[in-house]
C-alpha cells in the first residue's frame, strides 16, 4: 500500500539531535497509523514513536519528552526529531506504518509497510 524511505541517520555526539525522515508513496498515507521502531544489536525491536491519523501521538518511555514524531500527509512525510541523544538510542530506526494500530504494533516484516532502515550511532 505504501512505499516508505528513512533518511537522516548519522553520528552524533552524547546529547545532540539528529532529525529523521520518512518520506512515503502510495495513495492512502492520511488513513495510516505510522511509527517508528528501533532495533540495537542483540535488543528486540522497539516501538519508539507512533502517530495516528489523528496525529495522536504515543512513545516509548526511553525516549518520551527526548523524541517528537509528526506528520505532514500533505508531503507524505513522517519525521522524528531526537534530542539529547544518548548511547542506548544507537540503533537501526525503521519507519512503519498500517492501516490498523494492531498491526503496526506486531513489529515484524509481513506486518504493515516498512523502510530499509537508517543507523544512528550515538557515541559515548
Known amino acids: 500500500q505504501v512505499h516508505l524511505v528513512e533518511s537522516g541517520g548519522g553520528l552524533v555526539q552524547s546529547g545532540g539531535s539528529l532529525r529523521l525522515s520518512c518520506a512515503a508513496s502510495?495513495?492512502?498515507?492520511?488513513?495510516?497509523?505510522m511509527g517508528w521502531y528501533r532495533q540495537a544489536p542483540g535488543k528486540e525491536r522497539e516501538l519508539v514513536a507512533h502517530?495516528?491519523?489523528?496525529?495522536?501521538?504515543t512513545y516509548a518511555d526511553s525516549v518520551k519528552r527526548r523524541f517528537t514524531i509528526s506528520r505532514d500527509n500533505a508531503k507524505k512525510m513522517v519525521y522524528l526529531q531526537m534530542n539529547r541523544l544518548k548511547p542506548e538510542d544507537t540503533a537501526v530506526y525503521y519507519c512503519?506504518?498500517?492501516?490498523?494500530?494492531?498491526?503496526?504494533?506486531?513489529?515484524?516484516?509481513?506486518?504493515?509497510?516498512w523502510g530499509r532502515g537508517t543507523q544512528v550511532t550515538v557515541s559515548s
Open positions: 502517530i495516528n491519523p489523528s496525529h495522536m501521538t
Open positions: 512503519t506504518g498500517a492501516q490498523m494500530f494492531a498491526t503496526l504494533k506486531v513489529g515484524r516484516d509481513g506486518y504493515g509497510s
Open positions: 502510495g495513495n492512502s498515507f492520511a488513513d495510516y497509523h
